[in-house]
């Protein structure tokens, strides 16, 4: 990369169709409702419904976790409720439930529904209220926990690799919506999702106003140069991404150098290599941007090794399910 500043230490290719999220595990039992948590109670989800007075619907008014599992453990799931309740606290949103309820109705939500892998979204809203603004009309917040499979990009994805494009949609900065804040609120990363689409494009990349590479759609960004890898910092606007903070474990555990840097459009071309990272999407290279073939076209060996090791860890660690 060309000097960035760092602070913590052409085949063509078709753009990849994403799988609809949870459509394996009702693919293969259609008849099977699944079991939702709502508000202390295990509902099947045909009678799992909120109030078109809640605040989460009318305005966007609440927080999420999206968390997965594997081989019958969850993984990272300290880390996801410290991320949930950080959020919580920042929009003054008093969680109904402690950490250790919070935590067994998860699991429990996940053995009722008879899953070894798979992703749980953890929705906490600002519950029923009036047509005002108003937070402080709403008198207790809604709890939901869904327990799914999910397949965010197709298998052949994994092994070829994405292509993204920037779109003019640009990541709102802290003072105006903060990116820590992992809100009900995505109409930013919607919009630059239908952006994606109208281009042919796998995903989106966000710029912040100083036009620096923020993050896509639903995934943190890194690249590769001589060796290193780099990724925007959180003040460009990026996620503070669970699966982000592995990376630079694993960086550190393989020995490769990595960190944080302000990072333009032309260091994403300029790359060695690319890949994504979120829950959902896990780790998965990228190989083309804007049209430009990035490297060889093909992954890379560095984003080969870090995937691999990352699939180690989500099948090997994390809080079990079923004891």
Not at 96 to 111: D, F, G, I, Y
Request: aromatic share 6%.
């Amino acid at each position: 990369m060309d000097e960035p500043k760092t602070g913590r230490a052409a085949s063509k290719v078709a753009a990849v169709k994403p799988a609809d999220e949870g459509s394996a595990s009702r693919a293969a039992s259609p008849a099977k409702e699944l079991t939702i948590f709502l508000d202390g109670k295990f509902v099947p989800e045909s009678e799992a419904k909120v109030s078109v007075f809640d605040h989460g619907l009318l305005y966007g008014d609440g927080i999420f976790e999206g968390i997965r599992f594997y081989n019958g453990r969850v993984f990272k799931l300290e880390e996801h409720h410290d991320r949930l309740w950080d959020s919580a606290r920042s929009i003054c949103l008093d969680i109904p439930m402690s950490r250790e309820a919070m935590t067994e109705a998860l699991l429990e939500t996940v053995r009722r529904n008879d899953l070894r892998d798979g992703y749980i979204r953890q929705i906490v809203t600002r519950g029923v209220g009036n047509l005002g603004l108003n937070p402080a009309q709403c008198k207790r917040p809604s709890v939901i926990i869904i327990a799914t499979s999910i397949a965010l990009y197709p298998k052949e994805a994994y092994e070829s690799g994405l292509t993204i494009v920037t779109c003019a949609t640009r990541r709102p900065g802290a003072a105006v919506l903060n990116p820590a804040v992992k809100s009900l609120n995505y109409l930013n990363n919607v919009m630059a999702r239908i952006e994606a689409n109208l281009a042919g494009a796998d995903e989106a990349l966000l710029l912040n106003d100083a036009g620096n590479v923020s993050e896509c759609t639903a995934d943190n960004i890194f690249v590769i140069k001589h060796g290193r890898i780099f990724t925007p910092p959180i003040t460009a606007g990026a996620l503070r991404g669970i699966t982000r903070s592995v990376i630079f474990d694993i960086a550190a555990e393989l020995g490769i150098p990595i960190s944080e840097t302000d990072i333009t459009r032309h260091d994403v071309f300029i790359a060695d290599e690319c890949f994504l990272t979120g829950t959902a999407a896990e780790a998965i290279p990228v190989i083309k941007a804007d049209g430009r073939q990035i490297g060889s076209g093909k992954p890379g060996p560095i984003t080969t090794r870090v995937i691999a090791r990352f699939r180690e860890l989500t099948r090997s660690t994390g809080t079990a399910i079923y004891s």
